[in-house]
């Protein structure tokens, strides 16, 4: 019998039941920062194949099958559940697991077996889907904002969708740290990028001080348009598309 009080909201159903119908049998659903691991082994059935031995693990798994139960999948336990003991530093743990998931990314395959990891994934686009209403462990509702990327299978030419965290794993920080918009490519600077425009005098030179014409900062949205979430807040380089190389390819 299940005494935790959490209860998925609406939109979150309507995203698990469009998210692990589009799954493929024995693909793995690895959930960021949860810890855990399932594997789709049927149409309507995941199996538990990894779970940390650590108390939000545990959380979150006994919220993932609350989930996977409201959009009416069977979760199964095997014996062989593989149950590993993180390190006591926190920057350890994230290390390791986010290690672990990168090496479960590697065998991602596309429906017709080509691995996606071996595809052009700088060729790719960030889709805004839509904006969802959730609860957080204090039970108050706040907006998420879902995304998706999209690539093209190498071998096959399918589209493929792809959870922003998934692509994360498949791509790396630089790929994922930039953003296209219908006029203008972004990409995030780091600390030192930053540092070395600021020993440069690049901030000095621009009109009233501040950053230069070629720097911003992005928000929620950028002329209009939705952003990523992973990019509020970040300093980037801002360089308008070549519009008319894109028409003429």
């Known amino acids: 019998m299940r005494t935790m009080e959490w209860q998925p909201s609406e939109e979150l159903i309507r995203w698990g039941e469009e998210h692990f119908a589009g799954m493929t049998v024995n693909s793995i659903w690895s959930p960021d920062d949860s810890g855990v691991t399932f594997k789709k082994t049927d149409e309507k059935t995941f199996a538990l194949v990894y779970r940390m031995n650590h108390p939000v693990s545990e959380t979150h798994y006994e919220r993932l099958k609350i989930l996977l139960d409201a959009c009416d999948y069977t979760v199964e336990e095997p014996d062989d559940v593989e149950v590993v003991t993180p390190p006591l530093n926190p920057q350890a743990q994230a290390h390791m697991e986010f290690e672990r998931r990168q090496d479960i990314a590697r065998a991602w395959v596309c429906e017709c077996g080509f ?55 498949l791509a790396g920080d630089e790929l994922f740290m930039q953003w296209t918009s219908s006029t203008h490519n972004y990409v995030a600077l780091t600390r030192m990028q930053l540092k070395e425009f600021a020993d440069g005098g690049m901030f000095d030179l621009s009109d009233n001080g501040g950053y230069p014409d070629f720097v911003t900062v992005l ?3 950028k002329n ?23 028409e003429e390819e």
């Open 219 to 221: 928000g929620q949205k």
């Open 224 to 246: 209009d348009e939705p952003v990523p979430p992973w990019m509020w807040g970040l300093s980037v380089l801002e360089n308008k598309k070549d519009i008319l190389k894109e």
């Open 115 to 169: 691995p996606l990891a071996n595809n052009d994934l700088s060729d790719n686009t960030a889709e805004y889907v839509e904006t969802v209403e959730a609860q957080t462990d204090a039970k108050e509702t706040v907006p998420i904002d879902l995304w998706r990327y999209k690539i093209n299978c190498a071998q096959c030419s399918e589209e493929i969708s792809i959870d922003p965290d998934d692509f994360h794993l």
